[in-house]
């Protein structure tokens, strides 16, 4: 299921600075773009998520750029925070008659006080 | 129930052994999904479900691997003869009829000595 290639793999940031993760696809058939937030113990929770209509979508501190062409899609974390310490992964949508998400590898992010 | 609750959290079993995770899902939510993390292959796609049939199975790895749905509520995922490579995290997902609201349980560990 490599059609998913998210950067890096892990991140170091230090309090207030922008966490920057990337995500690169291939599979045209994509037509919803979240971002999941993992903390150890839990399942993954949606943080934010784009149309592919759209080129950037913003929520509080996080924001999603997309963009079509290139078949890339980032998010951005402004004024980072410890709390933020968790593993965030890219999971695409097939639409159509199944819905299913296709995760990234995840990106441990460690934001340092 | 306010979220997706699995059990149990954490399994136990020899190599050999059959085991049964179980999914409750929101109430109210058609579709379920069932997906396996592990550290050498990220988040995997199992198994979907809408109401109760399974249209995708395509992400079961082997024919040790079922699961069911009963009155469009619970799911079981049930291994066959565990091997050591099925420890993981299985996950068990729901969203109501639309794709966008995908709520994920906290898991259960599963582990095969």
């Known amino acids: 299921q490599q059609q998913v290639k998210q950067s890096p793999q892990s991140l170091i940031v230090q309090k207030g600075g922008i966490s920057i993760i990337n995500c690169a696809y291939e599979n045209t058939a994509f037509d919803y773009f979240p971002w999941y937030q993992q903390f150890p113990g839990k399942g993954p929770a949606l943080l934010i998520a784009i149309r592919p209509d759209v080129s950037e979508k913003k929520e509080g501190r996080f924001t999603i750029s997309f963009n079509k062409s290139a078949k890339q899609f980032s998010l951005h974390i402004m004024d980072s925070q410890p709390g933020d310490s968790a593993t965030y992964f890219c999971a695409p949508l097939v639409g159509g008659a199944t819905n299913k998400l296709i995760f990234g590898t995840g990106t441990l992010l460690a934001v340092q006080p | 129930g306010a979220g997706v609750s699995q059990s149990p959290s954490n399994k136990v079993t020899e190599k050999g052994k059959d085991v049964e995770l179980r999914c409750d899902p929101i109430s109210g939510h058609t579709a379920l999904y069932w997906y396996r993390q592990s550290l050498g292959q990220g988040l995997e796609f199992l198994i979907y479900f809408q109401g109760n049939s399974a249209p995708d199975k395509s992400g079961l790895p082997s024919d040790r691997f079922s699961a069911e749905r009963t009155g469009g509520s619970v799911s079981t995922l049930t291994i066959q003869r565990t091997q050591q490579e099925d420890s993981a995290v299985y996950l068990c997902?729901?969203?109501?009829?639309?794709?966008?609201?995908?709520?994920f349980g906290s898991g259960t560990r599963l582990t095969v000595v």
């Open positions: 997902a729901t969203s109501p009829r639309t794709p966008y609201g995908y709520t």
